[in-house]
């Protein structure tokens, strides 16, 4: 079966930073993708790794190893309208396109 | 470019009744996938559509759910006969290829009374 973890809530203070860690077991892969989610709306996408490594998008980064089935999403300066949940999600070689979502990681700014 | 369509926002349906979710995808987008996401729960995949084409429905039960992406006109995923285990968001999702970004609708929220 395909599994995806990663913590159900965090809380983290204005201005500071926060890493999000997602660890995976999967048949097979082929690239992992975060997405915020704000309440009651859309997923959208923030980053995308397919190789080994950090890729830095402003005060978004994300890292991928892929022998450990891991990745994280660092948010630097936290904003409170960072305060969202942020999901972990990942390809599968040979699929068709679809992503297998973790549970995502309810994330809690405070002045 | 207006982006992912879907309507209705909400929607409530007794037991045993039809519900019909629909999807407009983004401008020049013609693949669209189908998600369910339960109460604390994470997305979970249902439907993989190309124009007039079912490619991948293997997260669908096989009862009571339907998709179509016809030639014209939005993505409707059907559910038949709704009991009270169906409630939760449906999202869309549309690409431009097979494989590439996802961008999500904003949903559909089923309530079964």
């Known amino acids: 079966g395909q599994n995806i973890d990663q913590p159900t809530e965090m809380t983290a203070t204005e201005g500071a930073i926060v890493q999000i860690n997602c660890t995976y077991q999967t048949s097979g892969f082929n690239g992992l993708f975060w997405y915020q989610q704000h309440a009651g709306e859309a997923p959208t996408f923030l980053s995308y790794n397919v190789l080994d490594g950090l890729e830095e998008k402003g005060r978004f980064s994300s890292f991928l190893s892929r022998s450990k089935g891991y990745s994280y999403l660092l948010l630097k300066e936290l904003q409170m309208k960072d305060s969202a949940s942020y999901l972990c999600?990942?390809?599968?070689?040979?699929?068709?396109?679809?992503?297998?979502f973790g549970k995502g990681t309810k994330l809690s700014v405070k002045p | 470019n207006a982006g992912v369509m879907q309507n209705p926002r909400h929607l409530v349906r007794r037991r045993g009744q039809e519900a019909r979710l629909r999807c407009s995808p983004m401008?020049?987008?013609?693949?669209v996938y189908w998600y369910r996401q339960l109460p604390e729960e994470g997305l979970k995949f249902m439907v993989y559509l190309q124009k007039e084409n079912i490619i991948d429905e293997s997260g669908m039960p096989k009862e009571r759910f339907s998709a179509e992406f016809p030639k014209e006109g939005p993505s409707i995923l059907r559910i038949q006969q709704v009991v009270r285990g169906d409630s939760a968001a449906y999202f869309c999702a549309s690409s431009p290829s097979r494989g590439g970004e996802l961008f999500f609708g904003e949903g559909s929220r089923l309530t079964v009374l």
């Open positions: 401008k020049g987008h013609s693949h």
């Open positions: 999600a990942v390809r599968l070689r040979g699929s068709q396109g679809n992503l297998i």
